[in-house]
Protein backbone atom coordinates (compact mmCIF):
# COMPACT_ATOMS: atom_id res chain seq x y z
CA UNK A 1 0.00 0.00 0.00
CA UNK A 2 1.50 3.60 -0.93
CA UNK A 3 2.39 5.15 2.33
CA UNK A 4 0.17 7.27 4.86
CA UNK A 5 -3.37 8.38 3.24
CA UNK A 6 -5.45 5.30 3.03
CA UNK A 7 -8.42 5.24 6.62
CA UNK A 8 -7.79 2.10 7.68
CA UNK A 9 -11.38 0.46 7.89
CA UNK A 10 -11.34 -1.93 11.45
CA UNK A 11 -13.70 -4.69 12.25
CA UNK A 12 -13.43 -6.02 15.92
CA UNK A 13 -14.28 -9.53 16.30
CA UNK A 14 -15.24 -10.16 20.10
CA UNK A 15 -16.83 -6.71 21.14
CA UNK A 16 -15.82 -7.49 25.60
CA UNK A 17 -11.74 -7.26 24.66
CA UNK A 18 -12.42 -5.12 21.38
CA UNK A 19 -13.91 -2.52 23.54
CA UNK A 20 -11.08 -1.66 25.60
CA UNK A 21 -9.78 -0.69 22.24
CA UNK A 22 -12.08 2.37 22.31
CA UNK A 23 -9.74 5.46 23.55
CA UNK A 24 -7.03 4.52 21.76
CA UNK A 25 -9.32 4.47 18.15
CA UNK A 26 -10.60 7.43 19.18
CA UNK A 27 -7.15 9.24 19.30
CA UNK A 28 -6.04 7.73 16.15
CA UNK A 29 -9.33 8.88 14.39
CA UNK A 30 -7.62 10.29 11.35
CA UNK A 31 -6.19 6.88 10.55
CA UNK A 32 -8.08 4.44 11.24
CA UNK A 33 -12.26 4.07 11.80
CA UNK A 34 -13.71 1.22 13.12
CA UNK A 35 -16.75 0.19 10.45
CA UNK A 36 -17.99 -3.42 12.30
CA UNK A 37 -18.00 -5.37 15.12
CA UNK A 38 -19.01 -8.57 15.38
CA UNK A 39 -20.01 -10.62 18.50
CA UNK A 40 -22.57 -13.75 19.07
CA UNK A 41 -23.84 -11.98 22.50
CA UNK A 42 -27.21 -9.67 21.86
CA UNK A 43 -26.08 -7.48 24.94
CA UNK A 44 -22.64 -7.22 23.92
CA UNK A 45 -23.74 -5.68 20.09
CA UNK A 46 -26.28 -3.52 22.14
CA UNK A 47 -23.50 -1.73 24.31
CA UNK A 48 -21.83 -1.20 20.67
CA UNK A 49 -24.99 -0.07 19.35
CA UNK A 50 -25.93 2.47 22.10
CA UNK A 51 -22.39 4.25 21.73
CA UNK A 52 -21.93 3.71 18.42
CA UNK A 53 -24.93 4.03 16.20
CA UNK A 54 -23.89 3.52 12.57
CA UNK A 55 -21.40 0.29 13.31
CA UNK A 56 -22.44 -2.31 10.84
CA UNK A 57 -23.22 -5.40 13.66
CA UNK A 58 -22.94 -8.98 13.52
CA UNK A 59 -23.52 -11.81 15.24
CA UNK A 60 -22.06 -13.96 13.50
CA UNK A 61 -18.53 -13.64 11.93
CA UNK A 62 -18.61 -15.26 8.98
CA UNK A 63 -21.20 -12.40 7.86
CA UNK A 64 -18.85 -9.95 8.52
CA UNK A 65 -16.08 -11.32 5.90
CA UNK A 66 -18.80 -11.53 3.63
CA UNK A 67 -20.20 -7.88 4.04
CA UNK A 68 -16.82 -6.31 2.96
CA UNK A 69 -16.86 -3.22 5.13
CA UNK A 70 -13.16 -3.92 6.92
CA UNK A 71 -9.59 -3.86 5.52
CA UNK A 72 -8.64 -5.19 8.87
CA UNK A 73 -10.05 -6.90 11.61
CA UNK A 74 -8.89 -7.07 15.43
CA UNK A 75 -9.49 -10.40 16.74
CA UNK A 76 -10.49 -10.21 19.93
CA UNK A 77 -12.28 -13.88 20.45
CA UNK A 78 -11.54 -16.71 22.80
CA UNK A 79 -8.63 -18.12 22.46
CA UNK A 80 -9.45 -21.49 20.97
CA UNK A 81 -11.19 -19.60 17.88
CA UNK A 82 -7.98 -17.25 17.40
CA UNK A 83 -5.93 -19.04 14.60
CA UNK A 84 -8.72 -20.30 12.68
CA UNK A 85 -10.40 -16.73 12.46
CA UNK A 86 -7.10 -14.91 11.45
CA UNK A 87 -6.42 -17.56 8.30
CA UNK A 88 -9.89 -17.08 7.05
CA UNK A 89 -10.02 -12.96 7.47
CA UNK A 90 -6.57 -13.22 5.53
CA UNK A 91 -7.70 -15.35 3.04
CA UNK A 92 -10.63 -12.71 2.78
CA UNK A 93 -8.29 -10.00 2.21
CA UNK A 94 -8.05 -8.33 5.52
CA UNK A 95 -5.21 -7.97 7.65
CA UNK A 96 -4.96 -9.01 11.08
CA UNK A 97 -4.40 -7.81 14.65
CA UNK A 98 -4.76 -10.71 16.82
CA UNK A 99 -5.02 -10.97 20.54
CA UNK A 100 -2.83 -13.54 22.37
CA UNK A 101 -1.61 -15.84 21.61
CA UNK A 102 -1.74 -16.40 18.21
CA UNK A 103 -2.55 -20.07 18.07
CA UNK A 104 -2.38 -23.27 20.60
CA UNK A 105 -0.52 -25.77 18.62
CA UNK A 106 1.72 -26.66 16.21
CA UNK A 107 -0.64 -27.22 12.95
CA UNK A 108 -2.15 -23.56 13.85
CA UNK A 109 1.01 -22.46 13.83
CA UNK A 110 2.13 -23.48 10.39
CA UNK A 111 -0.94 -22.87 8.86
CA UNK A 112 -1.28 -18.97 9.98
CA UNK A 113 2.41 -18.87 8.49
CA UNK A 114 1.54 -20.28 4.95
CA UNK A 115 -1.41 -18.33 5.03
CA UNK A 116 0.63 -14.92 5.75
CA UNK A 117 2.96 -15.89 3.26
CA UNK A 118 0.60 -16.99 0.43
CA UNK A 119 -1.89 -14.20 1.20
CA UNK A 120 0.67 -11.62 1.48
CA UNK A 121 -1.36 -10.02 4.01
CA UNK A 122 -0.14 -8.16 7.28
CA UNK A 123 -0.54 -10.22 10.31
CA UNK A 124 0.69 -8.44 13.40
CA UNK A 125 -0.11 -9.88 17.65
CA UNK A 126 -1.54 -7.70 20.02
CA UNK A 127 1.07 -8.29 22.56
CA UNK A 128 0.16 -4.77 24.50
CA UNK A 129 2.99 -5.49 27.02
CA UNK A 130 5.69 -4.76 24.81
CA UNK A 131 4.45 -1.51 24.92
CA UNK A 132 4.76 -0.72 28.82
CA UNK A 133 6.18 2.58 29.53
CA UNK A 134 9.31 0.31 31.99
CA UNK A 135 9.83 -2.15 29.07
CA UNK A 136 10.04 0.20 26.51
CA UNK A 137 12.74 2.13 28.94
CA UNK A 138 14.19 -1.12 29.49
CA UNK A 139 14.92 -1.85 25.67
CA UNK A 140 16.36 2.10 25.65
CA UNK A 141 19.02 1.32 28.42
CA UNK A 142 19.69 -2.09 26.78
CA UNK A 143 20.37 -0.16 23.40
CA UNK A 144 22.94 2.33 25.43
CA UNK A 145 24.57 -0.37 26.99
CA UNK A 146 24.35 0.38 31.13
CA UNK A 147 23.28 -3.23 31.74
CA UNK A 148 26.79 -5.22 29.84
CA UNK A 149 25.99 -7.93 27.96
CA UNK A 150 22.65 -9.71 28.98
CA UNK A 151 22.29 -13.03 30.71
CA UNK A 152 19.04 -14.20 32.24
CA UNK A 153 15.53 -12.95 32.21
CA UNK A 154 12.64 -13.37 34.05
CA UNK A 155 8.57 -13.40 33.08
CA UNK A 156 5.37 -14.35 35.07
CA UNK A 157 2.02 -13.62 34.59
CA UNK A 158 0.10 -14.17 38.18
CA UNK A 159 -3.53 -13.42 37.48
CA UNK A 160 -6.25 -15.33 39.60
CA UNK A 161 -8.76 -16.14 37.29
CA UNK A 162 -10.74 -18.46 38.86
CA UNK A 163 -13.36 -16.44 38.99
CA UNK A 164 -13.81 -16.21 34.95
CA UNK A 165 -13.69 -20.16 34.32
CA UNK A 166 -17.40 -20.19 35.60
CA UNK A 167 -20.56 -18.92 34.73
CA UNK A 168 -23.17 -18.10 37.88
CA UNK A 169 -24.60 -21.69 37.69
CA UNK A 170 -21.08 -23.17 37.56
CA UNK A 171 -20.92 -23.94 34.10
CA UNK A 172 -17.54 -23.10 32.66
CA UNK A 173 -16.33 -20.64 30.96
CA UNK A 174 -14.10 -20.85 27.76
CA UNK A 175 -11.13 -19.84 30.21
CA UNK A 176 -12.45 -22.78 32.13
CA UNK A 177 -13.00 -25.31 29.22
CA UNK A 178 -9.17 -24.36 28.62
CA UNK A 179 -8.36 -25.11 32.31
CA UNK A 180 -10.55 -28.35 32.06
CA UNK A 181 -9.19 -29.91 28.85
CA UNK A 182 -5.44 -28.49 27.58
CA UNK A 183 -2.65 -30.72 29.44
CA UNK A 184 -0.13 -29.64 32.15
CA UNK A 185 1.70 -26.39 30.16
CA UNK A 186 2.73 -22.70 30.37
CA UNK A 187 -0.63 -21.88 28.61
CA UNK A 188 -0.39 -18.19 28.85
CA UNK A 189 3.59 -17.18 27.88
CA UNK A 190 3.42 -14.23 25.75
CA UNK A 191 2.41 -11.40 27.86
CA UNK A 192 5.67 -12.30 30.15
CA UNK A 193 8.10 -13.38 27.18
CA UNK A 194 7.41 -10.79 24.88
CA UNK A 195 9.34 -7.88 26.55
CA UNK A 196 12.22 -10.47 27.14
CA UNK A 197 12.17 -11.63 23.53
CA UNK A 198 12.85 -8.29 22.39
CA UNK A 199 14.86 -7.21 24.74
CA UNK A 200 17.19 -10.18 24.19
CA UNK A 201 16.65 -9.92 20.62
CA UNK A 202 15.29 -13.16 19.82
CA UNK A 203 15.00 -14.24 16.53
CA UNK A 204 17.21 -12.34 15.41
CA UNK A 205 20.52 -12.08 17.54
CA UNK A 206 19.71 -15.03 19.46
CA UNK A 207 16.74 -17.50 19.15
CA UNK A 208 15.28 -19.85 21.81
CA UNK A 209 16.62 -23.25 21.73
CA UNK A 210 15.15 -25.19 24.27
CA UNK A 211 12.23 -25.37 26.88
CA UNK A 212 11.98 -27.03 30.04
CA UNK A 213 9.20 -27.09 31.67
CA UNK A 214 7.06 -28.39 35.23
CA UNK A 215 3.25 -27.98 36.15
CA UNK A 216 1.57 -28.22 39.72
CA UNK A 217 -1.24 -30.10 39.89
CA UNK A 218 -5.24 -28.67 39.61
CA UNK A 219 -5.23 -28.42 43.87
CA UNK A 220 -6.88 -24.05 44.23
CA UNK A 221 -8.67 -25.11 41.12
CA UNK A 222 -10.06 -27.88 43.04
CA UNK A 223 -10.33 -27.02 46.17
CA UNK A 224 -12.32 -23.40 44.85
CA UNK A 225 -15.03 -25.32 43.27
CA UNK A 226 -15.50 -27.20 46.19
CA UNK A 227 -16.06 -24.21 48.21
CA UNK A 228 -18.24 -22.44 45.27
CA UNK A 229 -19.79 -24.47 43.78
CA UNK A 230 -19.91 -27.54 46.10
CA UNK A 231 -18.70 -31.63 46.20
CA UNK A 232 -20.96 -32.25 43.28
CA UNK A 233 -19.78 -30.21 40.93
CA UNK A 234 -16.83 -32.42 38.33
CA UNK A 235 -14.36 -29.73 38.79
CA UNK A 236 -14.22 -30.45 42.82
CA UNK A 237 -12.18 -33.08 41.78
CA UNK A 238 -8.06 -32.24 41.52
CA UNK A 239 -7.67 -33.74 38.45
CA UNK A 240 -10.64 -33.12 36.46
CA UNK A 241 -8.23 -29.75 35.79
CA UNK A 242 -5.80 -31.42 33.68
CA UNK A 243 -3.54 -28.27 33.15
CA UNK A 244 -2.96 -27.88 36.76
CA UNK A 245 -3.17 -24.59 38.62
CA UNK A 246 0.33 -23.32 36.96
CA UNK A 247 3.86 -24.14 35.26
CA UNK A 248 7.30 -23.04 35.28
CA UNK A 249 9.70 -22.62 32.51
CA UNK A 250 13.18 -22.51 32.02
CA UNK A 251 14.29 -21.44 28.02
CA UNK A 252 17.39 -21.61 26.69
CA UNK A 253 18.49 -19.97 23.83
CA UNK A 254 21.20 -20.49 21.49
CA UNK A 255 23.86 -17.69 23.24
CA UNK A 256 23.26 -19.50 26.52
CA UNK A 257 21.11 -17.40 28.33
CA UNK A 258 18.40 -18.59 30.93
CA UNK A 259 15.36 -17.64 30.65
CA UNK A 260 12.48 -18.31 33.63
CA UNK A 261 8.66 -18.11 32.98
CA UNK A 262 5.76 -18.56 35.06
CA UNK A 263 1.93 -18.70 34.37
CA UNK A 264 -0.34 -19.46 36.82
CA UNK A 265 -4.31 -18.14 36.81
CA UNK A 266 -5.46 -20.18 38.85
CA UNK A 267 -4.17 -19.71 42.79
CA UNK A 268 -5.22 -17.69 45.58
CA UNK A 269 -3.63 -14.30 45.44
CA UNK A 270 -3.57 -10.69 44.19
CA UNK A 271 -2.64 -10.24 40.95
CA UNK A 272 1.01 -9.43 39.68
CA UNK A 273 0.65 -9.38 35.45
CA UNK A 274 3.62 -8.04 34.85
CA UNK A 275 6.57 -9.43 36.92
CA UNK A 276 10.08 -9.33 34.84
CA UNK A 277 13.88 -9.37 35.74
CA UNK A 278 16.70 -8.86 33.76
CA UNK A 279 19.94 -9.42 34.21
CA UNK A 280 23.12 -7.96 32.12
CA UNK A 281 27.09 -8.36 33.36
CA UNK A 282 27.05 -4.27 34.66
CA UNK A 283 23.11 -4.43 36.15
CA UNK A 284 19.86 -5.55 36.80
CA UNK A 285 16.26 -4.73 36.21
CA UNK A 286 13.37 -5.91 38.22
CA UNK A 287 9.55 -5.57 38.95
CA UNK A 288 9.00 -5.20 42.61
CA UNK A 289 7.37 -7.80 44.55
CA UNK A 290 4.04 -5.99 44.70
CA UNK A 291 3.11 -4.38 41.64
CA UNK A 292 1.90 -1.03 43.21
CA UNK A 293 5.36 -0.32 44.01
CA UNK A 294 8.00 1.11 41.29
CA UNK A 295 10.18 -0.91 39.63
CA UNK A 296 13.65 -1.35 40.18
CA UNK A 297 17.05 -1.35 38.66
CA UNK A 298 21.01 -1.52 39.94
CA UNK A 299 23.51 -0.05 37.16
CA UNK A 300 27.49 -0.95 38.36
CA UNK A 301 28.69 1.93 36.66
CA UNK A 302 25.61 4.35 37.34
CA UNK A 303 24.18 3.85 41.04
CA UNK A 304 27.37 3.02 42.37
CA UNK A 305 28.96 6.58 40.98
CA UNK A 306 25.78 8.64 42.65
CA UNK A 307 27.25 6.76 46.19
CA UNK A 308 31.04 5.69 45.74
CA UNK A 309 31.03 3.57 48.99
CA UNK A 310 28.28 1.52 47.24
CA UNK A 311 30.28 -0.02 44.65
CA UNK A 312 30.31 -4.15 43.85
CA UNK A 313 33.90 -4.15 45.55
CA UNK A 314 32.31 -2.91 48.69
CA UNK A 315 29.95 -5.47 48.61
CA UNK A 316 31.65 -8.11 51.03
CA UNK A 317 30.74 -11.53 50.71
CA UNK A 318 30.18 -11.81 54.12
CA UNK A 319 26.59 -9.95 53.91
CA UNK A 320 27.63 -6.46 54.30
CA UNK A 321 26.35 -5.33 50.99
CA UNK A 322 25.79 -1.18 50.97
CA UNK A 323 24.02 -1.69 47.47
CA UNK A 324 19.76 -0.76 47.24
CA UNK A 325 17.67 -0.95 44.52
CA UNK A 326 16.72 2.48 42.68
CA UNK A 327 13.85 3.30 41.26
CA UNK A 328 13.83 2.89 37.69
CA UNK A 329 11.88 6.05 37.06
CA UNK A 330 14.85 7.82 38.73
CA UNK A 331 16.17 7.26 35.17
CA UNK A 332 13.04 8.42 32.72
CA UNK A 333 14.82 11.78 32.08
CA UNK A 334 18.04 10.21 29.92
CA UNK A 335 15.91 6.85 29.52
CA UNK A 336 12.73 7.59 29.01
CA UNK A 337 10.92 5.84 25.58
CA UNK A 338 10.65 8.69 23.16
CA UNK A 339 7.11 7.69 22.28
CA UNK A 340 6.06 7.54 26.02
CA UNK A 341 7.25 11.35 25.96
CA UNK A 342 4.71 12.23 22.74
CA UNK A 343 2.16 10.11 23.84
CA UNK A 344 2.34 8.90 27.34
CA UNK A 345 -1.13 10.74 28.62
CA UNK A 346 -3.11 9.43 25.37
CA UNK A 347 -1.72 5.93 26.46
CA UNK A 348 -2.30 5.95 29.70
CA UNK A 349 -6.39 6.46 29.12
CA UNK A 350 -6.09 3.67 27.00
CA UNK A 351 -5.57 1.13 29.39
CA UNK A 352 -3.30 -2.04 29.91
CA UNK A 353 -0.59 0.27 31.05
CA UNK A 354 -0.50 2.15 27.68
CA UNK A 355 -0.05 -1.52 25.65
CA UNK A 356 -3.35 -0.59 24.16
CA UNK A 357 -2.41 2.42 22.08
CA UNK A 358 0.92 1.51 20.92
CA UNK A 359 -0.19 -2.01 19.77
CA UNK A 360 -3.08 0.14 17.52
CA UNK A 361 -0.92 3.08 16.60
CA UNK A 362 1.50 0.50 15.43
CA UNK A 363 -0.76 -1.92 13.91
CA UNK A 364 -2.67 1.28 11.76
CA UNK A 365 0.95 2.24 10.57
CA UNK A 366 2.63 -1.06 9.50
CA UNK A 367 -1.21 -1.54 7.12
CA UNK A 368 -0.92 1.74 6.13
CA UNK A 369 2.84 1.30 4.76
CA UNK A 370 4.23 3.83 7.12
CA UNK A 371 6.40 1.25 9.38
CA UNK A 372 7.72 -2.21 9.30
CA UNK A 373 5.41 -5.12 11.25
CA UNK A 374 6.90 -4.76 14.64
CA UNK A 375 5.34 -8.31 16.24
CA UNK A 376 5.31 -10.32 12.70
CA UNK A 377 3.87 -13.65 12.54
CA UNK A 378 7.06 -15.74 13.15
CA UNK A 379 7.58 -13.75 16.26
CA UNK A 380 3.83 -14.27 17.17
CA UNK A 381 4.11 -18.62 16.67
CA UNK A 382 7.35 -18.65 18.07
CA UNK A 383 5.71 -16.90 21.39
CA UNK A 384 2.87 -18.69 21.69
CA UNK A 385 4.63 -21.90 21.12
CA UNK A 386 5.36 -22.28 24.54
CA UNK A 387 2.47 -23.52 25.16
CA UNK A 388 2.56 -26.95 23.29
CA UNK A 389 6.58 -26.85 23.55
CA UNK A 390 6.31 -27.03 28.04
CA UNK A 391 3.36 -29.41 27.61
CA UNK A 392 5.44 -31.72 25.50
CA UNK A 393 8.16 -31.04 28.24
CA UNK A 394 6.17 -31.58 30.73
CA UNK A 395 4.87 -34.84 29.86
CA UNK A 396 7.97 -36.19 28.80
CA UNK A 397 9.83 -34.59 31.70
CA UNK A 398 12.60 -33.80 29.55
CA UNK A 399 13.94 -30.50 27.81
CA UNK A 400 12.14 -29.98 24.64
CA UNK A 401 13.99 -28.30 21.25
CA UNK A 402 12.20 -25.49 20.26
CA UNK A 403 11.66 -24.71 16.80
CA UNK A 404 12.89 -21.68 14.34
CA UNK A 405 9.58 -20.50 12.92
CA UNK A 406 11.68 -17.59 11.38
CA UNK A 407 14.64 -19.68 9.83
CA UNK A 408 16.54 -16.37 8.82
CA UNK A 409 13.79 -14.15 7.38
CA UNK A 410 13.95 -10.95 8.20
CA UNK A 411 10.98 -9.87 10.18
CA UNK A 412 9.89 -6.22 11.24
CA UNK A 413 12.30 -3.68 12.68
CA UNK A 414 14.17 -5.84 14.86
CA UNK A 415 11.14 -6.68 16.92
CA UNK A 416 11.26 -3.46 18.34
CA UNK A 417 8.46 -1.18 18.52
CA UNK A 418 9.89 2.33 16.72
CA UNK A 419 12.40 4.72 17.98
N1 LIG B 1 -3.77 -8.42 25.83
C1 LIG B 1 -4.45 -8.30 26.95
O1 LIG B 1 -4.06 -7.56 27.85
C2 LIG B 1 -5.73 -9.07 27.11
C3 LIG B 1 -6.61 -8.75 28.13
C4 LIG B 1 -7.82 -9.48 28.20
C5 LIG B 1 -8.08 -10.48 27.28
N2 LIG B 1 -7.18 -10.75 26.30
C6 LIG B 1 -7.47 -11.76 25.27
O2 LIG B 1 -8.58 -11.30 24.54
C7 LIG B 1 -9.39 -12.39 24.17
C8 LIG B 1 -10.83 -12.18 24.67
O3 LIG B 1 -10.81 -12.14 26.07
P1 LIG B 1 -12.04 -11.52 26.91
O4 LIG B 1 -11.50 -11.27 28.27
O5 LIG B 1 -12.65 -10.38 26.16
O6 LIG B 1 -13.04 -12.74 26.94
P2 LIG B 1 -14.60 -12.67 27.26
O7 LIG B 1 -15.05 -14.05 27.47
O8 LIG B 1 -14.87 -11.64 28.31
O9 LIG B 1 -15.23 -12.12 25.92
C9 LIG B 1 -15.12 -12.81 24.71
C10 LIG B 1 -16.15 -12.22 23.76
O10 LIG B 1 -16.01 -12.87 22.49
C11 LIG B 1 -17.30 -13.24 22.04
N3 LIG B 1 -17.17 -14.39 21.17
C12 LIG B 1 -17.08 -15.71 21.51
N4 LIG B 1 -16.92 -16.46 20.41
C13 LIG B 1 -16.94 -15.62 19.35
C14 LIG B 1 -16.86 -15.80 17.94
N5 LIG B 1 -16.68 -17.01 17.41
N6 LIG B 1 -16.92 -14.71 17.15
C15 LIG B 1 -17.07 -13.48 17.67
N7 LIG B 1 -17.16 -13.24 19.01
C16 LIG B 1 -17.09 -14.31 19.82
C17 LIG B 1 -18.10 -13.54 23.31
O11 LIG B 1 -19.49 -13.44 23.09
C18 LIG B 1 -17.58 -12.46 24.26
O12 LIG B 1 -18.32 -11.27 24.19
C19 LIG B 1 -8.73 -13.62 24.75
O13 LIG B 1 -7.94 -14.23 23.76
C20 LIG B 1 -7.85 -13.11 25.83
O14 LIG B 1 -6.73 -13.91 26.04
C21 LIG B 1 -6.02 -10.07 26.20
Redesign the pocket.
Known sequence: MPGGQRLVRLGV?????GS?FSSALAHLKDRVQLTAV????EE?RDRWRQNQPDLALFGD?HELLRHGVCDALLI????Q??AE?AIAAMRAGCDVLS??PACLNPQEAEELIKTVERTGRLYMM?E?YCYRREHMMVQRMIDAGVFGELTYAEGMYLHDCRGLKFEADGAL??RGQLAHEMPRCNYYPT?SLGPIAQWLALGRQDALESVYSLATPGLCMADYVQRRFGERHPGALVDYWRRGDGASCLLRTRKGRVIHLRTDTSSARPHHMHSHELQGTRGCYRTAAVPDEPPLVWLDAISAEANPSCGAEQADVHGGDLRRFEPLWQYADRFEHPRWRQSGDQARAAG?GG?DFFVLEDFVGAVRGEIANPIDIYDAVAWSSISWLSAESARTERAVLAPDYRRGRAGGQGARPRA
Open positions: VGGRRNCDPKVWATPMVHQEVANTWHHG
